[in-house]
């Protein structure tokens, strides 16, 4: 055996001979990354470094051993009646709080970081509510949906929360708006009183609501027991630009001073009102979409919108409309759609539609008329009809 061949043989038992270990990787751990574990229920945890978002359902108390750098919590779908005072208040940095459909029926405080709150589908109460933002310099948006608001909310509720963007109270059982309820909410864009049981709006309802055209407001109150609005009810709040009043027993056109000179959406579907011919007296420009769907209407006013120029959609559906005017959409080229189905109309002018050159929606079925003028939809560019 040569001496190279030796030098392989050898190597080669080495080789067979040594036992390679594999250097046992580091276990990477936080000693603060702890997510709560409650006896009923779950929680789940979601890190960015040492920031936490912390979602629980189905508890019947809040969870313990919170993460202390915690940002977001989540508490849904549970049986938890109280919240002990300051249960929140150790966590500065926490921003969003959102405790839906359990049973809380306390107030409690808040971190003064927080900007998004949510207790809808609680139990809270009016008194409950009273101070409770008391000193939030940065919070946003409030949710108090499906609570127990029938005594209705104390005026000076919202006073000290100037930064306030969005309040939505849905489904609250609530029947009545007292002055001052909004004193303070100078930066409110979106005001959502949906599916109460509201009967009137008086005159000082929204004061303290500033908007301005930069910043001009959207206020839904659909589907309330809205019967009287009264006169300069809007004006206080200086710029809307989206009013839903849908599904309420109005009869006639409120006073919308207090609208933008261009509306994005303006709502009365589902009323009784019988008159829209005021409609012009508000200094209204444009509107993108009207709708007087399923009311009273009997006519169509042939000066209506004359200085008032309809964007994309105009619906006048289950009606009581007899006849179309001529040229009555004049000033409204680029509208979109037209709804005039499930009314008694006769008969249609042959301008009646004249000059709309974007009109690609025409619906007229479910009426009265027996015979069309020729030429009635000349250059239209229809695709439904």
Excluded at 285 to 309: A, H, V, W
Aim: with cysteine; net charge neutral.
């Amino acid at each position: 055996m040569n001496t190279s061949t030796y030098i392989l043989v050898v190597f080669y038992l080495l080789l067979n001979c040594y036992t390679f270990v594999e250097p046992k990787r580091p276990t990477l751990t936080n000693s603060t990354h702890h997510c709560p574990r409650p006896n009923v229920g779950t929680c789940s945890c979601e890190w960015t470094g040492e920031y936490c978002r912390v979602t629980c359902a189905g508890l019947d108390s809040l969870p313990k051993n919170l993460p202390p750098k915690l940002v977001e919590v989540y508490i849904h779908k549970g049986t938890i009646s109280e919240v002990p005072e300051d249960f929140f208040t150790p966590f500065e940095l926490l921003q969003v709080l959102m405790i839906q459909h359990n049973k809380v029926s306390n107030k409690f405080r808040l971190p003064k970081n927080t900007w998004n709150v949510d207790l809808t589908g609680n139990m809270m109460k009016p008194s409950d509510l009273h101070g409770m933002f008391d000193g939030l310099k940065k919070i946003h948006q409030i949710t108090l949906s499906e609570n127990q608001l029938q005594d209705n909310l104390l005026p000076g509720t919202f006073q000290d929360i100037s930064k306030l963007n969005s309040l939505i109270i849905e489904s609250s059982h609530m029947t009545d708006i007292k002055e001052g309820t909004f004193v303070g909410l100078s930066n409110l864009v979106k005001l959502e009183l949906v599916r109460n049981n509201i009967h009137t709006l008086r005159k000082g309802t929204f004061k303290g609501i500033k908007t301005s055209k930069d910043n001009a407001m959207e206020l839904y109150l659909k589907s309330n027991n809205l019967h009287v609005i009264e006169d300069g009810t809007f004006k206080d709040c200086l710029e809307i630009k989206r009013l839903e009043l849908s599904f309420n027993n109005l009869t006639k056109l409120p006073d919308l001073h207090g609208l933008s000179k261009y509306v994005e959406k303006l709502d009365f579907t589902n009323n009784r009102i019988t008159d829209f011919s005021s409609l012009n007296k508000y200094g209204i420009i444009s509107i993108m979409e009207l709708l007087f769907g399923n009311n009273d209407i009997s006519e169509i006013p042939s000066y209506i919108f004359k200085n008032i120029t309809i964007g994309r959609l105009l619906d006048l559906t289950d009606n009581h409309i007899k006849h179309v005017p001529g040229r009555f959409l004049q000033n409204s080229p680029d509208v979109v759609e037209i709804l005039l189905h499930n009314n008694e109309i006769e008969s249609i002018d042959e301008d009646s539609f004249e000059g709309l050159s974007n009109l690609q929606g025409l619906y007229l079925f479910n009426n009265k008329i027996k015979q069309l003028p020729n030429g009635v939809f000349k250059n239209l560019p229809l695709t439904k009809l």
